[in-house]
C-alpha cells in the first residue's frame, strides 16, 4: 500500500493505492479530510480526474461537518455531564484512601467514581473509557448473538476500538466486526444500526442489493437512524 498527499483543485487529498478494484472517494469529520483508495494501476491524471468530478459533493460534505455540533472536552470533574447509550449521567468523582479505582452507579442518572489520592485528570480519562467501552461491550454482546443468528450471519471475531472515521467495519474476508467505542455514548437503536449495517457485509461485502435487502428486511427505518447517528454531536478528541 502506497500513500502520498496531493493538492486537487483548493483541497489536499490522500490518495492510498492498493490492490482494489474500483476507486473511492471518502469525505471525513470533523474538518472534511478527503482520502482517496485507487487502483494501483490507475493514473494520476484519472484520480485527478474522479476527485474532480466529486467536487461538489465532497465541498457539501465539508460544509456539513463544519456545521455539525461537537461534544465540549470533558475534565472528568464532579457535576459534569456524560452520555451513556444516548442518556444524561452526571459525574460524581470522589478521592479515597484506596489504590484502585471503583465505579458504581446510582439511579439511572449518576454515577460515582471513587479514585486513589493525587489522580491526574488523564488517569480519570483512561478509566472512564474503560468504563464505557466495558458498557458498550456488555450491551453489544447478546445484540451480536441475537442479530447474527437472525441474519445466519456469524462473525469469526468481535471487538471494540476507537476509529476516527467510521462507525463500525467489517473485514469479511477474516469474519471480523468492529465497533466504534464512541458507540457507547448513541442510543441503544443507533448501535444495533451499526451492528446489523457490519453483519450484513458478512452476507455481501459491497453496498448493493444483497445488502439493502438485508438492512430493508431487519430494520425497515435504518436510513432515518443512520441519518440520526451521523448528526448526532462528533467527539471533542476527533481529529
Same mark, same amino acid.
Given at each position: 500500500m502506497n500513500t502520498e498527499v496531493s493538492q486537487i483543485g483548493d483541497i489536499d487529498v490522500e490518495i492510498v493505492r492498493k490492490k482494489i478494484k474500483n476507486l473511492h472517494i471518502g469525505c471525513y469529520p470533523p474538518q472534511g479530510r478527503v482520502r482517496v483508495a485507487v487502483p494501483e494501476h490507475l493514473s494520476d491524471d484519472a484520480v485527478r480526474l474522479a476527485v474532480l468530478t466529486r467536487m461538489p459533493w465532497i465541498k457539501r460534505k465539508q460544509a456539513q461537518f463544519q456545521k455539525q455540533e461537537r461534544q465540549p472536552p470533558r475534565r472528568h470533574v464532579s457535576g459534569e455531564t456524560h452520555y451513556l447509550f444516548g442518556r444524561p449521567i452526571r459525574l460524581e468523582v470522589q478521592e479515597w484512601d484506596k489504590k484502585v479505582h471503583r465505579f458504581?452507579?446510582?439511579?439511572?442518572?449518576?454515577?460515582?467514581?471513587?479514585?486513589?489520592?493525587?489522580?491526574?485528570?488523564?488517569?480519570?480519562?483512561?478509566?472512564?473509557?474503560?468504563?464505557?467501552?466495558?458498557? !458498550?461491550?456488555?450491551? *453489544?454482546?447478546?445484540?451480536?448473538?441475537?442479530?447474527?443468528?437472525?441474519?445466519?450471519?456469524?462473525?469469526?471475531?468481535?471487538?471494540?476500538?476507537?476509529?476516527?472515521?467510521?462507525?463500525? *467495519?467489517?473485514?469479511?474476508?477474516?469474519?471480523?466486526?468492529? !465497533?466504534?467505542?464512541? !458507540?457507547?455514548?448513541?442510543?441503544?437503536?443507533?448501535?444495533?444500526?451499526?451492528?446489523?449495517?457490519e453483519l450484513a457485509h458478512l452476507v455481501s461485502p459491497k453496498h448493493d442489493r444483497k445488502f439493502t435487502d438485508v438492512m430493508d428486511r431487519e430494520l425497515p427505518r435504518w436510513r432515518n437512524v443512520r441519518q440520526e447517528l451521523n448528526e448526532l454531536p462528533l467527539a471533542a478528541w476527533v481529529e
Open positions: 458504581a452507579r446510582q439511579g439511572s442518572d449518576r454515577l460515582r467514581l471513587n479514585v486513589p489520592e493525587g489522580s491526574d485528570p488523564e488517569q480519570l480519562r483512561r478509566w472512564m473509557e474503560a468504563w464505557m467501552k466495558a458498557e !458498550l461491550r456488555r450491551w *453489544s454482546a447478546p445484540r451480536v448473538e441475537y442479530w447474527s443468528a437472525r441474519i445466519d450471519a456469524r462473525p469469526r471475531k468481535w471487538g471494540i476500538r476507537p476509529m476516527k472515521t467510521k462507525w463500525g *467495519s467489517c473485514n469479511a474476508d477474516k469474519r471480523i466486526i468492529w !465497533l466504534n467505542s464512541e !458507540l457507547a455514548k448513541k442510543p441503544e437503536r443507533a448501535i444495533d444500526y451499526v451492528i446489523v449495517h
